[in-house]
């Protein structure tokens, strides 16, 4: 019998195995449900807002662990990189359609996995297409800055590059919670808008004013809230309240067509956990049922 060797786990095991899982969990049990190298995938009914309507489709969250080169900040394929360090990476997809035709977007995110930086993330990329082109937008954390880069088919998007100031990016908030929400900011400050929203909406790539809330245990669950004013725009995310902090859904509500203010939810209906990476067979199509998926 052949033995099947995972190095992949071994590796993240072995960065496991200080202190980082003290200060990042302080429970044996979540380190253990982060370090066992297995992705955790979740499905989400999705009622997207769009053009006026709300339109039905899937949403996935993808939660895995991986070495990551933060010099080069990508994954360190080679296991040799002496910059890397081990990263809770967020792969979060939207699938809907929109009359005849349809959408796909996804965000990946790299946060780090200690408490060293009171901004853990070091690395958001969020991709758009849908029948008319394709959106990239890529943010980097650099010498106490986020570099970003857009490209766009839209002229008034354009091609652009920009330096702006380190302030907590909205996209990386679904890694904190996962890792600690209560170390996620609160109260009034400045946030870069998810990526992904500020490209549906066209708008311009700056820190906006937000006011934070982060609610107490009720029902075993919590939610944590984000609200920006000058772009008449709230989230809201429901979470277990015990770790690892499980996402059931999410709201997010603005106007989409003129002033008229529609909302988007997604609620979980399932979820799995797995090597989903080896997993690319015919005969594994039917784990796609298991996560309620076409």
Sequence with gaps: MKLKINFAAIILALFFSGTIQQRAFGEESVSDYWSSGLAEISRYELKQARYGAIHSGDAILLFV???FSASAQVKDDSGRDPSAVPVLKLNAFKRFETGVYDYSIMTSVFSRMDDKKSLPTFKVTTSVQDWCGQVFNQWNQRDQLWETELRSYFQSDGDVD????????????????????????????????????????????????????????SKGRRTYSLTYPDLNRSLEIEFE??????????????????DKILT??????????SYYWEQNQPSHLKLRKKLGLN
Excluded: C
Aim: proline fraction near 10%; charged fraction near 25%.
């Design 264 to 273: 988007t939810t997604a609620r979980r209906t399932h979820q799995l956990r």
């Design 65 to 67: 662990t991986e070495p």
């Design 241 to 258: 309240a015990k770790a690892p902090y499980e996402i059931i859904g999410w709201s997010e509500s603005y106007p989409d067509r003129g």
């Design 162 to 217: 920009l330096e702006l100031p380190l302030v907590p990016h909205e996209d990386g908030i679904w890694n904190r919670l996962r890792l600690n929400p209560d170390s996620l900011p609160t109260e009034n400050f400045e946030m870069i808008p998810s990526s992904a929203f500020l490209r549906l909406k066209h708008q311009a790539i700056q820190p906006y004013a937000v006011t934070a809330k982060l609610s107490s245990v």
